[in-house]
T-cell receptor, first 114, second 110 residues
Framework: DAMVIQNPRYQVTQFGKPVTLSCSQTLNHNVMYWYQQKSSQAPKLLFHYYDKDFNNEADTPDNFQSRRPNTSFCFLDIRSPGLGDAAMYLC?????????????FGPGTRLTVL | QKEVEQNSGPLSVPEGAIASLNCTYSDRVSQSFFWYRQYSGKSPELIMSIYSNGDKEDGRFTAQLNKASQYVSLLIRDSQPSDSATYLCAVNYNFNKFYFGSGTKLNVKP
């Protein structure tokens, strides 16, 4: 089945130790998104790619970086995680320009910062 | 700043009742609207999308959109305990940027 996959599902890191979260998709969608969601809060858009065009939200901290080496994969790099970065990180995909512009979410990665 | 507002709840309804969830949004250029269900610790799961004014029905779920008043709602008929979750409203502004409300927590009591 076509889907959005995130690895790992749970990630524990130490304060200040870089961490990379990965997302892959078999939907062949041209847009990929990264969201941060903290408990009882709305998913917060960090950035998105339209193909290889990177779009950063104005309030996304510089500590967060992303890479999209090809259509299928997208990575979220947190260069120096702080305690406030503990959250669920959600990857999603969609098709730009389609009338069916639904987003499809992966299962998420729960990040714990010790 | 794009605003999507939802009552955080919790909204409690008895099993078999109709649950009504509401959402308002700030930007009139919004093009499409979505309801997601999110169980605790899980990722959002799409329930309904709606693009035009009026009602859209899918099984026990009905989405209602009123662009003039800038609100979208979700009705769940014959609510079941398995419907207990947080319901997120999402709005698609230009160029496939989606903004989410913080969700309404629904409790369906057996």
């Amino acid at each position: 089945d076509a889907m959005v996959i995130q690895n790992p599902r749970y990630q524990v890191t130490q304060f200040g130790k870089p961490v990379t979260l990965s997302c892959s998709q078999t939907l062949n969608h041209n847009v990929m998104y990264w969201y941060q969601q903290k408990s009882s809060q709305a998913p917060k858009l960090l950035f998105h790619y339209y193909d290889k065009d990177f779009n950063n939200e104005a309030d996304t901290p510089d500590n967060f970086q992303s890479r999209r080496p090809n259509t299928s994969f997208c990575f979220l790099d947190i260069r120096s995680p702080g305690l406030g970065d503990a959250a669920m990180y959600l990857c999603a995909t969609s098709i730009l320009g389609s009338t069916a512009d639904t987003q499809y979410f992966g299962p998420g990665t729960r990040l714990t910062v010790l | 700043q794009k605003e999507v507002e939802q009552n955080s709840g919790p909204l409690s309804v008895p099993e078999g009742a109709i649950a009504s969830l509401n959402c308002t949004y700030s930007d009139r250029v919004s093009q499409s609207f979505f309801w997601y269900r999110q169980y605790s610790g899980k990722s959002p799961e799409l329930i309904m999308s709606i693009y035009s004014n009026g009602d859209k029905e899918d099984g026990r779920f009905t989405a209602q959109l009123n662009k003039a008043s800038q609100y979208v709602s979700l009705l769940i008929r014959d609510s079941q305990p398995s419907d207990s979750a947080t319901y997120l409203c999402a709005v698609n502004y230009n160029f496939n940027k989606f903004y989410f409300g913080s969700g309404t927590k629904l409790n369906v009591k057996p």
